[in-house]
């Protein structure tokens, strides 16, 4: 399951036939059980009181009179979806975005066939939602969310370039008149007014340093850091961690306080913080711990050992225990590598999705963009071309996200799989957040389509000499075959390169029995998909284009009701 659906999970159902929906669930996931009282009204009010999410198998009218006394805040409520049964639909009731609601309904379709039912209005229009992107919100959120889906100018003021997804035209820095009550989201770590026109998401731009003497209160800490946070203006929702020396990382008052915030302690080793230059070095602590600095070093370094990226906001603060420093940390932009799959849209991993819709900014081919355009969010940055741009497009997509954009760089099958990760990430440098996403690869597609012809070792060769000698090559290919390898062929013909794969057969023909099965699948999960299976001594090269992926078996491989098969060799058969 995803970050935002429930941990526990209360299963609630009146009949047998809910019962058995119930079974599914409880049995698919650890997390869940089914709730049993005297009545289902009892055990619908303690799956409320016990778990973060709930999923009943009831009438949703039964449902809402017996919840609703019990409603309190969406922030903390635990999410509802109510299921038919016939388990036809899944409704998220109750905690759609703050509860994971909305994932709860996605992810109990799935495993019952029944359709999502979702009306958080954000949704419905492809919107993000406020209370969606992982960071504390605040202020006029129902308001300002609902004049982005009204089109009503919003007026975006950020500290910083921060990765935020696509936003709709009416969100911009030119957006409302808050002179005449226009609509603001503003994006900052610190404490503004808030007014019934305005909503305040807070980035997670603060790192606090802390040091402490040994059994220190959590009390003293936590007062010292909030006052110093107050004092600077600045708002404790914007912490992304709390930071300190490797020998305070079992301190309970620190540690204690960090789990308080809800935020990861993160320590580092005396040698990295006496590295970082601090305004304020003190040798009583370096005769102490092996550093001049611990607050203020470690608020430099924050999570990820960048100091040079940050800037200190508020030096070291001392109370008789505690002390702490406070680091503003620049924004990093995010890079998602997304492999889309062979190209069917159900065989489209569901965090290629969730990535897609994430990002303010896609590039890729034109033809893969096509293939994904219904799923992005209103206001998503394009940046398409055509064929033999690869480097341009990693170039671009690295640009985008290393000046604080959120960024997907899309292609087919795998990412990583001669497409698009690798020269992407040979300019990615430490600026930016990356993200793989895998994707099914051509060979596994074409694989599933053929049988099982990579039961065992198999390689995956390029056929191109475009950007690879054919010398290197028919090395690659010989050494397939010498060590009977399964060998996939990618880039196997084309109309500019038509001598390459009969080139490779004839290699591979020396090493094999004439008539090792070959299997060849173009358009693997597209329109005009295509199976064709032959032998290494009778395959055609002709009916062989980019479109298509050339699987030769080795020497154990054979049909089977018309199915490659490579055995995997388990000593049991013999």
Known sequence: MNDNTPARIGLVAATAAGRRHADTLAAAWPHARLVERDSVADALRAAWAESDGVVAFLATGAVVRVLAPLLGDKRTDPAVVVVDEAARHAVALLGGHAGGGNDLAERVGALLDARPVVT??????????????????????????????????????????????????????????????????????????????????????????????????????????????????????????????????????????????????????????????????????????????????????????????????????????????????????????????????????????????????????????????????????VLASSLGAEEARARAAVAEAAAGRAVALIGSGDAGVYAMASPALEYADERIDVVGVPGVTAALAAGALLGAPLGHDHAYVSLSDLHTPWEVIERRVTAAAEGDFVTVFYNPRSRARDWQLGKALGILAAHRPPDTPVGVVRNASRPGERVHLATVATLDAAIVDMYSVVVVGNSDTRLVAGRMVTPRGYRWRS
């Open 120 to 381: 958080t209005a954000t949704d419905a229009v492809g919107l993000p939602g406020l209370d969606t992107l992982g960071w504390p919100v605040r202020g006029a959120v129902a308001a300002v969310s609902r004049a982005i889906l009204d089109g009503e100018p919003v007026e975006l003021v950020a500290d910083a370039d921060w990765p935020l997804p696509a936003l709709p035209p009416n969100v911009g820095p030119t957006g409302g008149d808050t002179a005449d009550g226009g609509y603001r989201l503003l994006v900052t770590d610190r404490v503004v007014p808030i007014d019934a026109w305005t909503a305040v998401l807070r980035p997670p731009s603060l790192v606090a340093g802390v040091g402490a003497s040994r059994g220190v209160p959590a009390a003293e800490v936590a007062e010292l850091l909030h006052r110093v946070l107050a004092e600077a203006g600045l708002d404790p929702a914007s912490l992304s961690c709390l930071a300190s020396a490797d020998i305070k990382a079992d301190e309970a008052g620190i540690r204690s306080t960090a789990d308080a915030l809800g935020v990861p302690l993160v320590t580092w080793p005396a040698t990295r913080l006496a590295a970082v230059d601090v305004p304020h070095p003190s040798e009583v602590v370096r005769a102490a711990v092996g550093t001049p600095s611990v607050a203020e070093a470690a608020a430099l370094l924050g999570a990820d050992g960048r100091a040079d990226d940050a800037t200190l906001l508020v030096g070291k603060t001392a109370s008789a225990m505690a002390t702490v420093a406070v680091a503003r940390h620049a924004p990093r932009g995010r890079l998602a590598v997304v492999g889309l799959g062979p190209g069917a849209a159900d065989l489209r991993a569901p965090r290629a999705v969730a990535e897609l819709r994430r990002a303010a900014v896609v590039v890729g081919l034109d033809q893969y963009v096509d293939q994904v355009r219904d799923v992005l969010r209103p206001g998503t940055r």
